[in-house]
C-alpha cells in the first residue's frame, strides 16, 4: 500500500500570502494524484487532477505540480475562503486508493 | 449537473450490518467508477471500495472481508454493505464518482452529502 504524507500538519497564514503544502508518496505514484479540499461539514472538493490539472470551476490561483514521489499544491494570494483541510490522494497503485492525513489551513 | 443523493441508515448496533445506497442523478452511469469513502469523527479519508456499472468491484483490503457493494443501474444507484460493524466504524460515508483510464486520473469529481453512521450499543 503506498502511503501519502502530508506536511505541514497545520500551515497558518495571513490572507493574501502563498501557501505552499506538499505531498509525498512512499513510492512512485506517476503523476496519479488528485488534491481535494474539505471545509467543516462539506463532503471533499476536487481541486487538482493528474497532479497538475485544475478540476472544472477551481479558480487560477491553485496550482499542482510534481511527478513520481513529490508533489506539491500552491495557492497564491490566499482568500478568505480557502482556509479548509488539503488532501492528496493517489491511483497508481490501487486497491487501495490512498489519502494523505491532510494539511489545515488555517488563518493567522 | 451529476449530483449524487445518498441515504441509509445513521444508528447501528455492534454486529449488525451497514447499509448505504447513492443514487446518480443528471448524468450517465456507465463509463465511470462509484466509490465509497468514510472519514471517522476528526480523521481523515479512508477509501472503501468501488464499482463500476458492469459490476466489477474493488475493495479496500483493510475492509474487504466485510464489504460488498452492488449496483442496480436500472435505478443508477449503487449500494454499500459493510458487516458486523463495531465503534471503529463509525464515520461519516461518502459516495463519490471516480474518472479514470489507463493513461489518466481525473479525480472523485462529485461527491454524495455524506451520511453520519453511529455504531453504539
Known amino acids: 500500500e503506498i502511503v501519502l504524507t502530508q506536511s505541514p500538519a497545520t500551515l497558518s497564514l495571513f490572507p493574501g500570502e502563498r501557501a505552499t503544502l506538499s505531498c509525498r508518496a512512499s513510492q512512485s505514484v506517476s503523476s496519479y494524484l488528485a488534491w481535494y479540499q474539505q471545509k467543516p461539514g462539506q463532503a471533499p472538493r476536487l481541486l487538482i487532477y493528474d497532479a497538475s490539472n485544475r478540476a472544472t470551476g477551481v479558480p487560477a490561483r491553485f496550482s499542482g505540480s510534481g511527478s513520481g514521489t513529490d508533489f506539491t499544491l500552491t495557492i497564491d494570494s490566499l482568500e478568505p475562503e480557502d482556509f479548509a483541510v488539503y488532501y492528496c490522494q493517489q491511483r497508481s497503485d490501487w486497491p487501495p486508493y490512498t489519502f494523505g492525513q491532510g494539511t489545515k489551513l488555517e488563518i493567522k | 449537473q451529476v449530483q449524487l443523493q445518498q441515504w441509509g441508515a445513521g444508528l447501528l448496533k455492534p454486529s449488525e450490518t451497514l447499509s448505504l445506497t447513492c443514487a446518480v442523478y443528471g448524468g450517465s452511469f456507465s463509463g465511470y467508477y462509484w466509490s465509497w469513502i468514510r472519514q471517522p469523527p476528526g480523521k481523515g479519508l479512508e477509501w472503501i471500495g468501488e464499482i463500476n456499472h458492469s459490476g466489477t468491484t474493488n475493495y479496500n483490503p483493510s475492509l474487504k472481508s466485510r464489504v460488498t457493494i452492488s449496483v442496480d443501474t436500472s435505478k443508477n444507484q449503487f449500494s454499500l454493505k459493510l458487516s458486523s460493524v463495531t465503534a471503529a466504524d463509525t464515520a461519516v460515508y461518502y459516495c463519490?464518482?471516480?474518472?479514470?483510464?489507463?493513461?489518466?486520473?481525473?479525480?472523485?469529481?462529485?461527491w454524495g452529502q455524506g451520511t453520519t453512521v453511529t455504531v453504539s450499543s
Open positions: 463519490a464518482r471516480l474518472i479514470t483510464d489507463t493513461a489518466n486520473y481525473y479525480g472523485m469529481d462529485v
